[in-house]
């Protein structure tokens, strides 16, 4: 099972700031990783796939990056509604795995 | 546009049976592209797929080792829709279930996602 490992656990950002967040598989997944936005009490939004491909309707502050094993999400200027968690999925292998989450809080 | 509605309850007693299910609107259970997945969510195992079930000329299942031995899921086509079933439940399956769409089988991203439902394993 490819285990997927994101960085930090939580990351303290002021709005109109840039985060980077950060996932980490065990073994090469390609580029098949996708990346979702969770609100409390909402199920998990996709908002990226093939590492770097925005999911309809995704603005563009939010971009996709990596292959193989070293994968960041970057948000470019952070909006009041972006403050989530965030969390990293590999589907090159199966079974498919989701990282642990990082949790985006306003400073 | 694509929605799926979950419905079931949300309190199970142990080694009873956990049933939910997933309408769908907007596509078609029988598509010969997306398959249609459950995954949970607690705060001791994250989140972690289940299982799913797909049609391509007939209908197959997959399931997660971790609960291969005990779970079911399958189509309604009549319905349009897609249940899952998980056998002799403890407290460790209490967790928020989801269902999802997985685009086609070589793009097994979720999009999109059921409103999700807490179910408690308790007596």
């Known amino acids: 099972e490819i285990v997927m490992t994101q960085s930090p656990a939580t990351l303290s950002v002021s709005p109109g700031e840039r985060a980077t967040l950060s996932c980490r598989a065990s073994?090469?997944?390609?580029?098949?990783l996708a990346w979702y936005q969770q609100k409390p009490g909402q199920a998990p939004r996709l908002l990226i796939y093939?590492?770097?491909t925005r999911a309809t309707g995704v603005p563009a502050r939010f971009s996709g990056n990596g292959s193989g094993t070293e994968f960041t999400l970057t948000i470019s200027s952070l909006q009041s509604e972006d403050f989530a968690v965030y969390y990293c999925?590999?589907?090159?292998?199966?079974?498919?795995?989701f990282g642990g989450g990082t949790k985006v809080e306003i400073k | 546009q694509v929605q799926l509605q979950q419905s079931g309850p949300g309190l199970v007693k142990p080694s009873q049976t956990l049933s939910l299910t997933c309408a769908i609107s907007g596509d078609n259970v029988s598509s010969n592209s997306a398959a249609w997945n459950w995954i949970r969510q607690s705060p001791s195992r994250g989140l972690e797929w289940l299982g799913k079930?797909?049609?391509?000329?007939?209908?197959?299942?997959d399931y997660a080792v971790s609960v291969k031995s005990r779970i079911t899921i399958n189509p309604d086509t009549s319905k349009n829709q897609f249940s899952l079933q998980l056998h002799s439940v403890t407290p460790e399956d209490t967790a928020v279930y989801y269902c999802a769409r997985a685009y086609s089988s070589s793009a097994n991203w979720f999009d999109p996602w059921g409103q999700g439902t807490l179910v408690t394993v308790s007596s």
């Open positions: 079930t797909y049609y391509r000329s007939k209908w197959y299942s």
């Open positions: 999925q590999q589907y090159n292998n199966w079974p498919l795995t």
């Open positions: 093939g590492a770097s």
């Open positions: 073994q090469s997944v390609s580029i098949n």
